[in-house]
């Protein structure tokens, strides 16, 4: 993990509004001054609930969730899943990154892109590392030359059960897979951490109900903080 200044990354998410016991949900898509450890949590969500519909002939699914900017404002997700019917050659062929790609406008702007898979080593580069990245031959080109996806575009990889996070951007997963220094930024936890499990929305909540009580001390450390920090280096 690199070294990360707290107190400054602190005081800009206190500064951009951030409520932490607030409960989680989709609609926080909505919210365009959301800062980007929030958005980045959001797609994590989207990326998990999206994972069950994919489709693979061997069990090897993956999700995704992206967010959108849309003329200016951060108000749209996109969701996919890949989708490979057979081995070989498949009339379907389709991975998750795609699937987003495919959905856009054609001014959309992607500020945040979560991907959420089983680790496995990168048919390209031969590389393995503790999260599924983009994949070399394919995903990563396609980002890369993609008039949607920006230099400062942050790519998320999680793995299914939550325990392990990366990101980046799309330079540094190409770097990476090169074999050359790379700043790519990662996280474990021994469980699955509580903020991934969303919350479901309500017209009102009962604050002593204990589904409400997440302890976020861990995931700000290893994940809040340092993303605010990724981003104020963007500026």
């Excluded at 500020?111 to 390209?124: N, S, Y």
């Excluded at 050359?180 to 969303?198: G, H, K, Q, Y």
């Amino acid at each position: 993990m690199k070294e990360v200044d707290y107190e400054r990354a602190r005081a800009a998410v206190m500064g951009l509004g951030r409520t932490m016991e607030r409960p989680w949900s989709m609609l926080d898509f909505e919210e365009r001054t959301e800062p980007l450890p929030d958005k980045a949590l959001s797609t994590i969500i989207g990326a998990r609930e999206a994972r069950p519909l994919a489709e693979s002939h061997r069990g090897f699914s993956v999700g995704a969730c992206a967010l959108i900017r849309r003329r200016g404002e951060a108000i749209a997700i996109s969701h996919g899943v890949n989708m490979k019917s057979s081995s070989g050659r498949s009339v379907v062929d389709l991975h998750a990154e795609e699937t987003i790609l495919n959905s856009l406008r054609p001014r959309d702007e992607v500020t945040v892109l979560t991907i959420i898979g089983p680790p496995q080593e990168d048919h390209g580069s031969g590389r393995q590392a503790l999260t599924l990245h983009p994949c070399t031959y394919r995903c990563q080109p396609m980002l890369a030359e993609s008039p949607h996806v920006g230099v400062d575009t942050l790519i998320l990889c999680n793995t299914p059960d939550g325990t392990k996070l990366e990101w980046g951007t799309v330079a540094d997963f190409q770097r990476y897979h090169r074999g050359e220094p790379a700043d790519i930024t990662s996280a474990s936890f021994e469980t699955t951490p509580s903020v991934l499990f969303p919350v479901p929305r309500a017209e009102a909540y009962d604050l002593a109900d204990p589904a409400l009580d997440i302890d976020t001390t861990e995931w700000d450390a290893k994940v809040t903080f340092p993303l605010v920090e990724w981003a104020l280096q963007r500026r």
